[in-house]
């Protein structure tokens, strides 16, 4: 037995020679043994899923809730697809991309078309999950016996199925389990596949990966890679002709093209190509600014928070000790000793970088769990437990050799499994805070409102699964064209909601204050929600023993909507002729003309406001430094005046000084009033030599460029009357 420990991984696929009660040697194949291990680590998941599903039950007086509001969007998703309204969040609703898996998507949707309906579609997708848990650990002690030998195939199997972050994502209701399978299995297929340069299962399986998570496209795409190179290299040696090798690079290129498909539905159908999620989540678009170096430096974060979970170094147990470090090890072996295996190792790096660093450009990307990163746990213990191996290679004598490697592999399990509970705990104080807010939201609203009512709310998944009303989702995941008012801040949020058609505005809000999402203090304090709340749902849920729960808040709050002062705030301040009007804080009439927030220092964020005073109710925009726009419908040769709202908290008189400009040329400097606590009226004459066409440029800028203190003021907006 220590003999076959230490041979050559390969060699243990040929033969496994044992001695029968009678003494008889018999020659029986490896696989025979290495697929008892698969099945038996693949029950053991199986097994350790259920448990997750119990503790679940415990926690919510037998009735089966998701641990995170998420995998409700999926299934309300999956339930209009299945009703045959695909991609409608509400019925009639346009297409909408807030479903980050569309394979999921189709998935849940064949479980609602045969009878899966309510909270047994829940029970349907962890029912799933878990059956895929299973089949990825056993698929993994498969892939581990094949790189690594049989003792690590078995022992990485073990590891899968004990590991608690793993089992939390099968039990979660959300993508996890399939993505997990899809990877596991598309590099299983591969691996099979190399050998004769000829893929039949690897571009179908990696095809599916590109459509079961943006992260897994990457991952398809360097698999994509991988064959391509693996053909070109069959090519070279001459055992592939050219005419094959070109259509099986074509093959191996159909993942891409998928992935390219997926994307360009996304355009067709919303005009757009990046999904409601990246819109809202991603450091490209989540703030009203972009800065190339703001963007680095909270991506590098993500990335340093991803490296210290994946290493297993604090207290969310999400890995073994130095597990990210045992992960190269296991890579750098293969591509050292392994020759044959390189091009894997090299398709795998990149991908695991690709996903990294792609999840990492997210918002989201160290909350829930980190479950962007769950599906590729199995694959990453894989090549961990890999590493283990490796280093016990560097003992030169075979028995020391041989009890350090179930040692060392033994203490990585040991390490997983001792955490496992607590993530099995987690999960039914998860759920039981869902139970707490979004399911009971959802149930009073379902059984409180009227038929009719459409709600704005934050948490979009529980309370439209549940509530069964028309929703708007404020955050945009599932509501087009609310990401980006969102991301600019409450003020501009307001301008997308109220001017909606009357039919479509929100008649009640379900909201929470925190992020993610704008603060909701100032639609109460204009009045656009009518105080008091017409329900509070606290969250009664204890935290874990890292003082955390799933939800940020500590309360949702119910409201009815009052849009009587909508269109308040576009009321000019001044009397005259209104040429143009720029409203601050809608985005659509930002982009009308042209304007620009430019900022004294880097970083500093434009974000938008919402302010009432006696009847009136506008947003703005907080600017520090000055802001450029055009205006139009002018008569040249006649003098303008440009009227504003304006805030002018600032100590120092500079505070409240611009320079004009007017198609680049000096129109003077502008001293706005003095305005702390409620907006002024402020008046600036252009004169008439300046106004050359019907359209004109306005610059506002500090009169001492470069240096402080510079212009702060807060602009509701700018007539242009003559």
């Not at 360097?222 to 099986?248: E, N």
């Not at 925190?514 to 749902?537: E, H, I, K, N």
């Not at 974000?607 to 109710?617: A, F, K």
């Not at 925009?621 to 805030?647: M, N, Q, S």
Request: charged share 20%; hydrophobic share 45%; proline share 6%.
């Amino acid at each position: 037995m220590a003999a076959e420990i230490d041979r050559k991984p390969d060699e243990l696929q040929v033969e496994d020679v044992r001695a029968d009660s009678g003494g008889r040697t018999e020659t029986r194949p490896s696989s025979v043994r290495r697929d008892r291990a698969a099945w038996l680590v693949g029950a053991l998941a199986l097994v350790l899923g259920g448990v997750f599903v119990v503790v679940d039950l415990a926690y919510n007086e037998g009735k089966l809730i998701a641990p995170i509001d998420d995998a409700y969007i999926h299934l309300q998703y999956a339930a209009q697809l299945g009703s045959g309204h695909p991609f409608e969040y509400n019925t009639g609703d346009p297409v909408s991309t807030g479903a980050s898996s569309l394979l999921y998507a189709f998935v849940l949707a064949a479980a609602h078309a045969v009878g899966f309906t309510g909270t047994a579609l829940l029970a349907f997708a962890v029912a799933f999950g878990v059956v895929c848990c299973a089949v990825t650990a056993g698929l993994a002690c498969r892939l581990g016996t094949t790189l690594f030998g049989r003792a690590a195939g078995a022992w990485a199997g073990v590891l899968i199925a004990v590991s608690g972050p793993f089992l939390w994502g099968a039990v979660s209701g959300m993508e996890v389990g399939l993505t997990a399978l899809l990877v596991t299995g598309a590099v299983s297929a591969f691996v099979r596949e190399c050998g004769c340069a000829r893929f039949r299962w690897t571009p179908v399986v990696a095809a599916l990966l590109a459509l079961v998570r943006p992260e897994g496209l990457l991952f398809a795409v360097m698999l994509c890679g991988a064959m391509a190179w693996t053909v070109v290299v069959a090519r070279r040696a001459g055992t592939v002709t050219t005419r094959r090798a070109v259509g099986r690079v074509a093959v191996g290129l159909a993942p891409l093209l998928v992935g390219v498909a997926q994307y360009a539905f996304y355009l067709l159908a919303t005009g757009t190509p990046r999904a409601n999620g990246v819109q809202s989540k991603s450091h490209l678009y989540d703030r009203p600014i972009f800065y190339l170096g703001e963007f680095v430096d909270r991506t590098v974060a993500n990335v340093r928070g991803v490296v210290d979970h994946f290493n297993g170094l604090n207290n969310t147990d999400f890995a073994f000790p130095f597990a990210l470090v045992f992960f190269l090890v296991g890579l750098g072996y293969l591509f050292a000793n392994r020759p044959e295996w390189r091009t894997l190792v090299v398709a795998v790096a990149a991908g695991f970088a690709a996903v990294v660093a792609s999840a990492s450009t997210l918002s989201t990307a160290l909350l829930h769990e980190l479950r962007y990163f769950q599906p590729f746990l199995p694959l990453f213990f894989v090549f961990a437990v890999g590493g283990g191996y490796a280093l016990t290679r560097l003992l030169p004598r075979e028995g020391p050799r041989r009890f350090a490697l179930h040692a060392v592999f033994l203490v990585m399990v040991l390490f997983t499994v001792v955490a496992t509970p607590t993530w099995a705990v987690r999960l039914g104080r998860q759920a039981a805070t869902i139970r707490d807010t979004d399911i009971s939201v959802g149930a009073w609203i379902s059984g409180n409102l009227p038929e009719d009512a459409i709600v704005g709310v934050k948490d979009v998944g529980a309370v439209a699964y549940f509530g069964e009303r028309r929703v708007v989702d404020t955050i945009g995941l599932t509501t087009n064209g609310m990401a980006e008012a969102s991301n600019n801040g409450p003020g501009s949020l307001y301008e997308a909601l109220r001017t909606l058609p009357e039919g479509q505005r929100p008649t009640h809000f379900a909201m929470y204050e925190p992020w993610p999402g704008v603060p909701m203090q100032p639609f109460v304090d204009a009045g656009v929600f009518v105080s008091p709340p017409l329900r509070v749902f606290p969250v009664r849920t204890p935290p874990d023993l890292n003082d955390r729960r799933i939800v940020p808040f500590n309360d949702v709050r119910v409201y009815e909507a009052d849009w009587t002062l909508a269109a308040s705030g576009d009321r000019a301040p001044v009397p005259g002729q209104v040429r143009d009007y720029l409203n601050v804080g809608s985005l659509e009439s930002e982009r009308g003309h042209g304007y620009e927030v430019v900022s004294a220092q880097p970083g500093l964020q434009p974000y938008t406001v919402l302010r009432r005073h006696g009847d009136v109710i506008d947003s703005g925009r907080v600017i520090v430094g000055g802001e450029r726009f055009t205006v139009r419908g002018l008569d040249p040769g006649k003098p303008l005046t440009v009227a504003t709202r304006v805030l002018t908290p600032g100590e120092n008189p500079e505070h409240r000084e611009v320079r004009v400009r007017v198609d680049g040329r000096d129109a003077g400097v502008w001293r706005l009033p003095e305005a702390r606590e409620e907006w002024t009226t402020a008046r600036f004459t252009v004169p008439a030599e300046l106004v050359t066409s019907s359209e004109v440029a306005v610059e506002l800028e500090p009169v001492r460029p470069l240096l402080s203190p510079y212009p702060e003021y807060t602009s509701f907006g700018y007539w242009i009357v003559q």
